[in-house]
């Protein structure tokens, strides 16, 4: 599955963007996503991940109450709605979806099939 992430752009602190993540295939549905970001200087990170039915979620604490990641499994898409934005949310920003069908878990490493990056500057 490809997936290919957009949405990215520059905003102002306190502002909002909406971030899409569309893949190339039906069997999206069966997988888990993630979306992660990676500032300058510092690893990857897990920011959202939600399940294949998207009815279970999980967030870093640092976007918790701020982010929202959703999906729409017959548009083989994936989002992640980030409001109040903060300059420290600066990074290049990646989707992936889980490398097992039908589980859920918050680490890194279970995710494969990367999508190209798509920057979110948050200017202070």
């Known amino acids: 599955v490809q997936l290919q992430a957009s949405g990215g752009g520059l905003v102002q602190a306190g502002g909002s963007l909406r971030l899409s993540c569309a893949a190339s295939?039906?069997?999206?549905?069966?997988?888990?996503m993630g979306w992660f970001r990676q500032a300058p200087g510092k690893e990857r990170e897990l920011v959202a991940a939600i399940s294949w039915t998207g009815s279970g979620t999980t967030y870093a604490a640092s976007v918790k109450g701020r982010f929202t990641i959703s999906r729409d499994n017959a548009k083989n898409t994936g989002y992640l709605q980030m409001n109040s934005l903060k300059p420290e949310d600066t990074a290049v920003y990646y989707c992936a979806l889980h490398r097992a069908r039908r589980v859920l878990t918050d680490s890194i490493r279970d995710f494969g099939s990367w999508g190209q990056g798509t920057l979110v500057t948050v200017s202070s």
């Open positions: 295939e039906r069997s999206f549905g069966d997988y888990s």
